[in-house]
């Protein structure tokens, strides 16, 4: 099947087949690797992506799903060389060990913010339970996200 | 002195993860690349009657299709035992099983095609006629009569047994003691999880026969050794094995597995690159498991309530077969620890390593020592209860003193250093533990059920002499190597034998040479995980990357000093005893003349240029070290946990958390508090939700991240963390293992929360997970004579 979609502003028109995840896509056809995966049953949240504004699991949406889509994946979310502002938190919090859940959990944390600019700890708690980290016990996660908030915030 | 080391450094190596630029080995493409896929047992137990590959080889886009005895006829070789304790029988395990499967997962066949996709759908069109045989998962029950025999040729389903410490004296103690205090356990399996799945990617070379294979490893230079000595069968010299970023490990990365005998097999055989990685539940029946114990224990007492005698009695199940190090940790890492933070005399631990039809069992972060920590606290814990004695109390009574370290304990292992009274006023301050004490009498009045858990817990890390790990059964030694390269420029590449894969080496290790050096840090690399650029190196495990990785580097860092002091003397017409080698700027002068110096760019560059050496100095800088620790390092710690258990559905609930470790000299603070909170994650993991769960026909009922509990975000409060320090004795650095103690100490310290919160129901022990449902239905089962029914919705 043909699809149209633009990830990170470039447009691509590939065609599929209707099986192919769209992580599977983005990885092996675009080569945009820094989507990891990590569970087979949508629990685990490393492969999280954001899709048309929403923070979206890309192990269990089909590529085709996607076409027309706007896509942006975590090799994205720097704008112009500059961090975003969750990126740098996670660097400055220690808020990764082995990087492999990051960059959903980045992508995720995002949108939660972007969703709730006065986010409070129980509710990134609660937001973030779809993205498992087996390194940090979640701690310094909490941190960057409420430090990315604030900063945010005050950029807006 | 130092400006680096001690410091809260941001990691250099968190730029690209943050980006999406991580260099994991699925993330690896190459030109005409093939894709593996294995096929696996449904069952837990059966004999393979026939294996039908034809209809998989038809399909469009498959290029091969191999079984068990295809291998076997390719010359592929058995999985070693590395670890061979006196009188092991180490069954046969094959990367492919030719005739018999024995755990759910077990490969039988591989295929490999042009696509994924293809490879999977080419598995389904494999016909396996399997005949199911009866299984057994237990790893006591495996040893009854009657009991199905994993392996034809292991009796009883016993691979080995073990024994350490004065069965006299600890009889003695039991005859004479006051008080005894019993508990029969079970310390369940779990899962690792780390979240990268393992993967392998191998590259054949037909002109100059040389194989490369990317692995997720915790330690590609024995991966190597053991691919190339065992089962593989390309030699060293012609092998290359790189593990790059690796996604966590926790020990289960550390293991050798078939998947990097099968890939690069395969290369060979199609010459074609070939990529296999693991989906999640392919990592969940393959991964190499932690814990799963049947232990019996009773601690003997004076009633003042000193410990006088400790028995331990373990089956600890192995799995289907007996993985690379599986039977290091129930015995060296197990038994050797149950002195804990005390004085003991009498201990007698005994062991029954088992076979049984499930996933092999091998190290998992904390590997031994947390099993070890949580029957000897939760006994400790009783025997408090038993004696009216405040949990931290009867601890104090039986520290170790700190004017007695080094401490020979009857187990084997010689302390090196610690101070546990200093550790646990740090803890109870911390906690404000007497107001807990107070508050939990209140909450207990208005009915509601608080605990407080007490850990206190001792690990051996940074393992170990060789000759120590050689005389326990060790097949391999335990030092590690540490090279520095000063280019021409004064730039400086590190390469280490250590492996991070989570652990921020390339953050520490740059602090620790910059100071060694007097460079600056952003002029350090760190290279590792690539046997073609480091000289040899036994990986991250034991938590001993520090004290004996960064001991290496340190020792190569002063042979850098060395060749510099003596370039640096002769060009300044200086005696070399006479220099002084400023670690703050890396500038070298004459004693007493700051002027009459040689900074280190100066240095790096006269060592290449060659021009005015001093006469025999060989051009050049670049030094090597092998460092053998003398002993193991000793963490310990001091953890409290505030939780509590609803009435009403048993669910658990932590309220505060504080943790005081003594991990010695700490390179980075900030690196090191990430280690012990997420070793804490594990170890509540352990306590309330994780369990690898397998049905009596050896079905894993826990296959999925849907079905094996892991701990989320929302399950954690803030978790305190203080440190105390006693430094090292015996390594350059001061420095202890700083890994693992988090999960050592908090499985127990929360298991003994949950048992203190439900104390005033009688109820005395509940084995983790302690899931809401267990501990609700322990609740009506001791309520149950007060009117409760126990039954309703």
Not at chain 2, 590 to 614: C, M, Q, W
Not at chain 2, 682 to 699: M, S, T
Not at chain 2, 700 to 714: E, F, K, Q, V
Request: with cysteine.
């Amino acid at each position: 099947m043909k699809i149209t979609v633009t990830v990170n502003g470039t447009t691509y028109e590939r065609d599929v087949e209707p099986r192919t995840l769209l992580v599977h896509f983005l990885r092996d056809e675009l080569g945009l690797t820094g989507t990891n995966i990590g569970c087979d049953t949508s629990q685990c949240g490393a492969c999280t992506i954001h899709m048309n504004g929403l923070a979206v699991k890309s192990c269990t949406t089909l590529a085709v799903q996607a076409d027309g889509a706007e896509i942006t994946t975590i090799e994205g979310l720097a704008q112009n060389g500059e961090l975003h502002p969750m990126q740098k938190a996670f660097w400055e919090n220690h808020a990764l060990q082995c990087g492999y859940c990051t960059p959903g959990m980045i992508m995720a944390a995002t949108k939660l913010v972007e969703n709730n600019p006065n986010i409070t700890e129980e509710e990134i708690r609660h937001g973030l339970e779809g993205n498992i980290c087996r390194c940090t016990g979640y701690e310094n996660i909490v941190k960057a996200v409420k430090a990315a908030a604030a900063e945010m915030a005050g950029g807006d | 002195m130092s400006r680096y080391v001690g410091k809260s450094m941001k990691r250099v190596e968190d730029p690209r993860f943050i980006q999406g630029k991580g260099k994991y080995v699925a993330n690896i493409h190459l030109p005409n690349m093939a894709h593996l896929a294995i096929k696996r047992s449904p069952y837990g137990h059966a004999r393979i009657k026939s294996i039908d590959t034809s209809k998989a080889k038809a399909l469009p886009g498959v290029i091969a299709v191999y079984t068990g005895q295809d291998l076997i006829e390719g010359g592929v070789g058995k999985l070693p035992c590395g670890w061979n304790v006196p009188d092991i029988k180490v069954p046969d395990r094959w990367p492919l099983t030719p005739d018999k499967v024995r755990h759910v997962g077990d490969g039988v066949a591989a295929v490999v095609a042009e696509t994924p996709y293809i490879a999977y759908d080419a598995l389904d069109l494999i016909e396996v006629d399997y005949e199911p045989l009866p299984a057994v998962v237990d790893a006591k029950k495996a040893t009854e009569p009657g009991a199905p025999l994993v392996h034809d040729n292991v009796p009883n389903n016993i691979s080995y047994t073990w024994a350490l410490g004065d069965k006299e004296a600890c009889d003695k103690a039991f005859a004479e003691a006051d008080v005894v205090v019993e508990l029969e356990l079970v310390n369940q399996r779990l899962i690792p999880n780390a979240m990268e799945p393992r993967a392998a990617v191998a590259q054949w070379n037909a002109a100059t026969e040389e194989m490369t294979l990317w692995t997720t490893s915790q330690n590609p230079h024995p991966i190597r050794l053991l691919l190339s000595a065992f089962t593989l069968g390309i030699p060293e010299n012609k092998l290359r094995v790189i593990s790059p970023d690796v996604g966590g490990g926790f020990g289960s990365k550390i293991f050798h597995y078939p998947e990097e005998i099968i890939t690069p097999w395969v290369a060979r055989a199609i010459n074609r690159p070939v990529k296999w990685v693991a989906t999640r539940t392919e990592s969940m029946m393959t991964d190499s498991q932690g814990r799963d114990h049947v232990t019996h224990c009773k601690l003997a007492l004076k009633k003042d309530g000193t410990m006088t005698g400790l028995h331990v009695q373990t089956w600890s199940n192995q799995g289907a077969y007996i993985s690379t190090f599986a039977p290091l940790i129930p015995t060296a890492l197990y038994i050797t620890l149950l002195s804990g933070l005390y004085k003991i005399p009498g201990i007698w631990g005994e062991m029954w390593g088992t076979l049984t039809n499930t996933v092999p069992v091998d190290a998992y972060r904390g590997a031994g020592r947390p099993e070890a920590s949580y029957l000897l606290e939760r006994l400790v814990d009783l025997a408090a209860q038993e004696l009216g004695m405040d949990p931290i109390e009867i601890r104090r009574k039986n520290f170790i003193p700190a004017n007695e370290f080094p401490y020979q304990t009857p187990v084997a292992f010689m302390y090196d250093s610690g101070d546990y009274h200093k550790l646990f006023d740090k803890a109870e301050e911390l906690a404000d533990y007497k107001k807990m004490r107070q508050e939990q009498e209140k909450a207990r009045k208005e009915g509601r059920l608080i605990g407080i858990g007490v850990a206190g817990c001792i690990e051996a890390s940074g393992p170990a002499p060789s000759a120590v790990a050689g005389s326990l059964g060790s097949a391999v030694g335990f030092w590690e190597s540490g090279k520095i390269r000063i280019h021409p420029s004064g730039k400086v590449t590190v390469f280490t034998g250590s492996h991070a894969h989570g652990q921020g080496h390339e953050t520490t290790f740059a602090q620790v040479i910059a100071d060694e050096l007097g460079v600056n840090i952003e002029d350090v690399e760190i290279v590792h995980g690539d046997t073609a650029s480091v000289p040899f190196g036994m990986g991250t495990y034991g938590s001993r990357s520090a004290a004996v990785g960064g001991s290496a580097l340190v020792r190569s860092a002063e042979r850098i000093r060395a060749k510099m002091i003596k370039i640096a003397a002769h060009q300044l017409e200086a005696a070399e005893e006479d220099m002084v080698y400023d670690q703050d700027s890396g500038k070298i002068y004459v004693k007493g003349s700051p002027d009459r110096a040689k900074s280190f760019a100066e240095i790096s560059l006269a060592a290449y240029t060659a021009h005015n050496l001093p006469e025999g100095l060989e051009p050049g800088l670049e030094e090597t070290a092998f460092y053998d620790p003398a002993n193991f390092t000793f963490p310990n710690s001091a953890h409290i946990a505030q939780v509590e258990v609803d009435r009403e559905t048993g669910e658990v609930r932590i309220l505060r958390y504080v943790a005081v470790d003594d991990v010695g000299k700490v390179i980075n603070p900030l690196i090191v508090e990430g280690q012990i909170v997420g070793g804490i994650a594990q170890g509540v993991g352990q306590a309330l939700w994780e369990h690898g769960v397998y049905d009596e026909n050896g079905q894993l009922l826990t296959g999925s991240l849907m079905d094996y509990a892991m701990p989320r975000a929302d399950g954690f409060p803030h978790i305190e963390v203080a440190r105390t320090e006693t430094p090292s004795p015996h390594n350059p650095l001061g420095v202890k293992g700083a890994g693992e103690m988090g999960t050592i100490a908090a499985t127990v310290a929360i298991a003994n929360g949950v048992m203190d919160a439900l104390a005033p129901l009688g109820i005395k022990h509940i084995d983790m997970p302690l899931t809401a449902e267990k501990i609700w239905q322990a609740i009506q089962n001791a309520t149950s004579g007060n009117g409760a029914s126990g039954g309703g919705d």
